[in-house]
Each structure stands twice: as structure tokens, then as C-alpha cells.
């Protein structure tokens, strides 16, 4: 058994190319969940999600793929028309901590919805906030939404409590959504916080999860690992067995995203030399076959981009190998 800590898109494409995801156990990343109206959006679960129910939009590595954007449209035509310029709506302080405990910071303006939702995928979120109402953990509702569809991945929310990535930047304080969904990753960033961390805990099975071995995909280090690595007790977890992570650099350049940024604004290089530093607890590496940076642990080299199946199970498989390096230390 192996378990995956997954971000939304370069953990997802690794986990494209394995072919037993009946044996394999994903936490993902809550940190980027947000609240839009009434509905709980958790798009780094749900692409997980939706890739192993074989729906996933895999042009743009989220949504559903052939979705339609009928009631977006219409929401944003009327935003608009009430006078709306684009930008997303944070609710202000004492409103972020009214609602839903699992909401807390997270919460944004349903009237201006920034972030595109599909008809499909919106359904999805609205059974979501359904079952949340009825008072479900986000992990009974997240089993529950992969059986619907079919997902076959044992799929775990990092955690039932809430955790926020919110950014300082030149613009204010904002959550992670706003600043790469609605404002496309302007905003200079100068600190991170992972709210709500300090009182969150990982589930009993996050916890039982992490006992396996572990790789880390080429998701970002900062915003998609990050509020997992925030939790009490997972990075103590980790360091107790064996991990490979796999880079998401090649070269001094990220795959995507605002990786280089994020990685300057959190103290780090933004190079594998940095994601060295920032993951201690790493038994081994996967990086690209150009990549010279000086490692202090094991390590494979072979082209890390993922950009179809083929190349996923090339990844993948190199993953095993650093695990049996790590076993010949």
C-alpha cells in the first residue's frame, strides 16, 4: 500500500499512471477549499476525484470534462450588471467565522462568483454542502461523493477541521483562491499563513495512512503540501517511514503555477535545492535528468514532466526505484 499527499494537479498526473489505485491511499490538500454562497468547493479533492472516476478535465486538470458554464454565465452577467469588476469578494472578518465551522476563512460572495464552476461540478458541491448540513465529516461526504461516482481511489481529506491558505500580499490579505483564481497570481506575496492549523488535526485514518510508504508528488511544495506538512504530528509521521517526493523543478523553472513565488515568499529557493530544506523528513528524491543540484539523500533522475500516461508510469516507476534505494542505505 502506498499513500500519495496530493495537491490538484502534478500528484493527480502521477497518479494517472498508476494502474492499482485500488492499492493506493491519496490525502488531499484542504488548505484551497473555499465557500462560494452556500456552496464548500474542494477542488484539489475533487480532481482527484474526478480523474479516478475517469471524468476529470484533463486539458485544464480541473472540472469535469464536456461540463457546461450555464449558471456561471448568468451569475457573472448579473454581477456585472450590478456593477461587479471581476475581482473576488472575501467576506470580511466577522462573517468568515459565522457560518459552517469547515467554512471558517474561506468564505467569498456567491453574487460574484470568481472562480468558473460547471453545471456538473456544481452539483457535485451542492451534494457536498448537503450532506456537510446534515452534519457528515468532510471525510464521510468525500467516501461518499467516490462511491456516486465511482471513483476507485481511497480518497482522504487531510483533515474534518478547517485550515486556510491565506496570503499576505502587496493587495491585502487574501486567500490562496483569490489570488490565483481571481487574481491570476499578480499580487506580490510576502508571507503565508496556513490558518486554523494550530487547532486542526489530521483524521484517524490520515493518520493510519501515513504509516505506509509515501511519495510526494510534483504538486506545490508551498500551498498544496504545505497546509498537510501544517498539521500537529504529520511531519513527525512522515520522518518515522519511508517517503520519495518527486521535484516539481526542472531547472531553476516550476512545472506551473505560482510555485517560484510562493517558495520565495515562504524563506526557500525556489529549486529542488530549496525543496530539500523544506522537506527534511524526505528519505529520497525524484528529479529531472538535467538537474544538478548537489543532494544530501538518494536520488533517481529522469524526465519528471508529466504530460501523458506514458510518462506518468515513467515517473511512477521511478519513484519504486528511490524507495529501493532508500532500503539499500
Request: charge should be neutral; hydrophobic fraction near 40%; proline fraction near 4%.
Amino acid at each position: 500500500m502506498i499513500t500519495l499527499l496530493s495537491g490538484g494537479t502534478g500528484t493527480p498526473k502521477l497518479l494517472s499512471g498508476m494502474a492499482q489505485k485500488s492499492e493506493t491511499i491519496v490525502i488531499g490538500n484542504t488548505g484551497d477549499d473555499v465557500e462560494i454562497g452556500d456552496l464548500l468547493v474542494c477542488p484539489d479533492l475533487d480532481t482527484v476525484m474526478y480523474l479516478s472516476a475517469g471524468i476529470l478535465d484533463q486539458k485544464k486538470w480541473w472540472g469535469i470534462k464536456e461540463d457546461t458554464f450555464d449558471t456561471h454565465g448568468r451569475v457573472v452577467g448579473l454581477a456585472k450588471q450590478n456593477g461587479w469588476d471581476g475581482n473576488p469578494n472575501f467576506l470580511k472578518k466577522n462573517e468568515q467565522i459565522s457560518g459552517r465551522r469547515i467554512a471558517n476563512w474561506r468564505r467569498f460572495s456567491g453574487a460574484e462568483e470568481f472562480m468558473k464552476i460547471g453545471d456538473r461540478d456544481r452539483l457535485i458541491h451542492k451534494l457536498r454542502s448537503c450532506l456537510i448540513e446534515e452534519g457528515k465529516t468532510l471525510t464521510e461526504v468525500t467516501e461518499n461523493l467516490c462511491s456516486v461516482l465511482k471513483a476507485g481511489v481511497k480518497l482522504l481529506p487531510m483533515s474534518d477541521d478547517p485550515v486556510s491558505s491565506i496570503l499576505r500580499t502587496d493587495r491585502g490579505e487574501m486567500h490562496f483562491q483569490a489570488f490565483w483564481a481571481g487574481w491570476k497570481g499578480k499580487p506580490e506575496v510576502e508571507s503565508i499563513e496556513f490558518r486554523g492549523s494550530e487547532a486542526a488535526k489530521a483524521t484517524r485514518l490520515v493518520v493510519d495512512a501515513l504509516k505506509n510508504e509515501v511519495i510526494i508528488g510534483p504538486s506545490n511544495p508551498v500551498t498544496s503540501i504545505g497546509p498537510i506538512l501544517s498539521l500537529k504530528g504529520v511531519e513527525e509521521l512522515l520522518s518515522e517511514t519511508k517517503v520519495v517526493a518527486v521535484s516539481p523543478f526542472i531547472g531553476g523553472e516550476s512545472f506551473s503555477g505560482p510555485i517560484k513565488k510562493l517558495m520565495i515568499a515562504n524563506g526557500y529557493d525556489a529549486n529542488t535545492a530549496g525543496l530539500m530544506k523544506m522537506y527534511p523528513f524526505v528519505d529520497a528524491f525524484v528529479i529531472d535528468s538535467t538537474d544538478k543540484t548537489k543532494m544530501d539523500r538518494p536520488v533517481v533522475k529522469t524526465n519528471i514532466r508529466i504530460d501523458g500516461k506514458v510518462d506518468a508510469v515513467r515517473v511512477y516507476e521511478s519513484c519504486l526505484k528511490a524507495f529501493e534505494e532508500v532500503d539499500k542505505k
